[in-house]
């Protein structure tokens, strides 16, 4: 009798993922790569599964050894390949070595797709084990455990907390709240009015406390409001992450540390503020390092409170960040309440803390052994910081001459000619290179130099007189302001049942704009679709990843995006226009659906949810909550315009079968998936091309009278530069000047010329 499903232990996989065919397929490649180790064990392996239906795990594992073993030498076969293309003549190479790596390619493109259907049985098992097959939301949360890595204790805290938000009785349920919502370009306003309205309120006289607590905090627009608060009476709670990390080198390994003085900046023009002891303003570091376990984990949280106002999103506080695509609610009431309590108990967490608590035990050793580079922008920043600092709010003047920036050292205390590790001879040229935008390699003074910065910003934070009004934080008082529901995600388990809560109860539609869209929630959401789909019901999923280049030329998106692809959603890749050098992202970390909308610091990724210290919210949308509905339609109207005007939508799968249409061997479905990596950097790095060349084409247009009178009104408004560009030339153009012009720019036109080379393979 012909054996119908297949097991490894006790686990079912899905048979249509894994059967008879499959481990036939395995068995036959494992024979043919009789050299590889293991072979012949393999072998016997898959026979005995094959007519028995069932393997153990450690059979199994001995399967993935064997396939570990083949894709070493699959890969040198590979480094063979792509040396053979690059030479001359090589054509004849390129066709022995693929025939030779044929059978690799067969055997371990199988061999994966059997490990992903294992992956997700152990997932559905590991809940169902926690929560009972009756458990509501299985499909959902097994396959965000299956692809998140979620086990044990963890798995039991997410679950019990996704209980406690479908029976209604979570503690995270706070109602009684007034919300706004104020996404895109209304985020950045909401951050100055509402300090706006803590300054008004402290000129008159009566002031109201403001606490803030950021990952990163550098905008002189920003750091300028809270210094005018504090002078003119108003009390000051600021709590900040260490930035002292090395996280993204480049190809060759190297660091980019320029951002690292301009936030220790940032510290020392609040702290200077804090000596002046008529001044209520408190100042300190979350201790990365000793509450988070590992100092390369984040505090990553983005929350202003004014008074009876907590502003909580996604969004920094840095030059720049303001026009990033994101989202963020004003609260009042209860929530806001909450929200405040969770700072304060921040506060009080970094207070008298040492600097191994807050950057790790070998933050020293690190910097002095990693090869660093910085720029005349970080140079500025620490000359500023170390020949004492200017007042906070004020802009540092851009260095434009040799003699200037000699100056500056001067006037600093700093060598030059010792500060960066690079030939006597190449002197002068390289530091014309630096005043030109390149970065420069730190020599050991150099590193010693931004020790010096540490010290100088512990030395402050530690401060008796600031340590005293650090964590003395009063919240609103918390009454009830209106009628919507808000959840509260304060620590992880609570983070990842937020997300699956809402992607569990959604009904009609899941619309995700993500900074970081990865395996686990991608899974969780493909799921979703698929249970109302065999309820006969139709979940509508857009997702949006943004498509930032990494130091590596990658993005972190490729995964997510494949898996959804693979699911047959296909999501879209971000096109924003530039409005000048910064690079505009899709920064937000938002889930809208027909009942929820989820916002707030958490990226969805393994890290954000699981590792860093974040907060996230979720709004109800109920019926009887007119406010709310409207918060919805707005929601969807702004994500609606972004999917529509500012996407490029071309799936990975497509674009890899038509790089491989004249592939006509078995190993061509392998050959495709391998392909699709460097089909998505391919697109993504067009993109690039695409966003820098909208900036040279909207300076063109900001350069009209009529648009760059527009611009102003809106920087009145309180627009961030960038929106205030963007949304300036399309409010003179048109959206439909606007958007047809972009489309017309020449690299626009070759990201549009990747479509139609697949359609000739989609044929095929």
């Not at 066709?95 to 559905?124: C, I, N, W």
């Amino acid at each position: 009798m012909k054996v119908q499903q297949f097991q490894i232990g006790d686990l079912a996989l899905d048979p249509k993922r894994v059967n008879a065919q499959t481990i036939e397929t395995l068995g036959k490649r494992a024979k043919e790569l009789s050299d590889v180790e293991g072979s012949g064990d393999t072998v016997k392996l898959l026979r005995k599964w094959y007519k028995e239906g069932e393997i153990s795990e450690e059979a199994y594992a001995a399967i993935k050894k064997f396939g570990t073993a083949a894709n070493k030498i699959k890969g040198e076969l590979n480094d063979q390949w792509w040396d053979a293309k690059k030479g001359s003549g090589g054509e004849q190479k390129m066709a022995e070595l693929d025939a030779k790596m044929l059978p690799f390619r067969v055997f371990l493109h199988t061999q994966y797709s059997v490990t992903d259907a294992l992956r997700e049985a152990q997932g559905r098992a590991l809940v169902a084990s926690i929560a009972g097959a009756s458990f509501g939301p299985i499909g959902t949360v097994a396959a965000y455990a299956a692809w998140n890595d979620l086990k044990g204790d963890a798995a039991k805290a997410v679950i019990d907390t996704v209980k406690g938000l479908e029976s209604g009785d979570s503690p995270m349920i706070v109602p009684g709240n007034k919300v706004q919502q104020v996404h895109q370009e209304k985020l950045w306003p909401a951050v100055m009015n509402l300090l706006e309205e803590g300054l008004e309120a402290a000129r008159k006289g009566k002031p109201v406390e403001v606490d803030a607590q950021y990952y990163e905090l550098t905008s002189a627009d920003v750091l300028g409001k809270m210094r005018e608060i504090a002078e003119a009476g108003g009390p000051l709670r600021v709590n900040l992450d260490p930035a002292l990390r090395l996280t993204y080198p480049d190809d060759k390994g190297q660091f980019d540390v320029d951002d690292v003085p301009h936030k220790f900046r940032s510290i020392l023009q609040l702290t200077q503020l804090c000596q002046q002891e008529h001044l209520n303003v408190g100042v300190s570091m979350f201790p990365a390092s000793k509450l988070l376990e590992d100092s390369g984990n984040l505090m990553h949280r983005k929350i202003l409170r004014v008074g009876d106002k907590v502003l909580f999103s996604g969004m920094n506080a840095n030059l720049g960040s303001g026009e990033n695509v994101d989202a963020g609610y004003i609260v009042e009431g209860p929530a806001a309440r909450r929200l405040t309590e969770n700072v304060k108990r921040d506060c009080q967490n970094s207070v008298g803390v040492s600097s191994q608590e807050i950057f790790g035990e070998n933050h020293y050793k690190e910097w002095a052994e990693a090869p660093m580079m910085m720029g005349t922008r970080g140079l500025t920043a620490m000359l500023d910081c170390l020949q004492g600092v200017e007042p906070a709010g004020k802009e540092m003047a851009p260095v434009k001459s040799w003699p200037e920036l000699n100056d500056r050292c001067d006037k600093a205390g700093v060598d030059l000619t010792k500060f960066f590790d690079i030939p006597e001879e190449e002197f002068l040229t390289r530091m014309q290179g630096l005043l030109e935008g390149e970065k420069l390699p730190l020599s050991s003074h150099g590193k010693q130099m931004c020790g010096k910065l540490f010290e100088m910003t512990m030395d402050a934070i530690n401060n008796a007189g600031n340590q005293k009004r650090a964590a003395d934080i009063k919240p609103p008082k918390g009454d009830p302001k209106g009628d919507t529901v808000v959840a509260i995600a304060d620590l992880p388990a609570e983070r990842e049942a937020m997300m699956l809560h809402a992607i569990s109860q959604a009904e009609k539609f899941i619309y995700l704009p993500g900074f970081v869209v990865t395996r686990g929630v991608a899974a969780a959401i493909a799921a979703r679709a698929e249970e109302l789909k065999a309820q006969g019901k139709t979940l509508d999923v857009k997702v949006i990843a943004d498509p930032g280049v990494y130091p590596r030329g990658d993005t972190p998106n490729s995964w997510g995006v494949k898996f959804l692809e693979d699911k047959g959603i296909v999501p879209r890749w971000a096109l924003l226009q530039r409005s000048g050098w910064h690079d505009r992202k899709i920064h937000a970390k938002q889930l809208i659906t027909d009942k929820h909308e989820m916002f707030g610091s958490t990226n969805f990724s393994k890290k954000g949810m699981q590792d860093n210290w974040e907060t996230s919210g979720l709004v109800t949308f109920d019926e009887k909550d007119p406010d709310s509905i409207r918060n919805r339609e707005e929601s969807v109207r702004g994500f609606m315009h972004l999917w529509e005007n500012e996407t490029f939508e071309l799936n990975s799968i497509d674009l890899a079968s038509a790089w491989k249409n004249r592939v006509k061997t078995e190993d061509k479905p392998a050959q495709v998936e391998e392909a699709r990596n460097g089909a998505i950097k391919k697109i993504i790095q067009q993109i690039e091309l695409v966003e820098e060349e909208s900036a040279r084409w909207m300076e063109r247009q900001a350069a009209d009278p009529k648009i760059a009178s527009r611009i102003e009104e809106l920087k009145a408004e309180g627009y961030a530069e960038g929106y205030a560009i963007c949304d300036g030339v399309r409010d003179v153009l048109g959206d439909e000047n606007y958007y047809g012009e972009l489309a017309k720019l020449p690299e626009r036109q070759k990201l549009e010329q990747m479509r139609p080379r697949i359609r000739p393979a989609a044929q095929e």
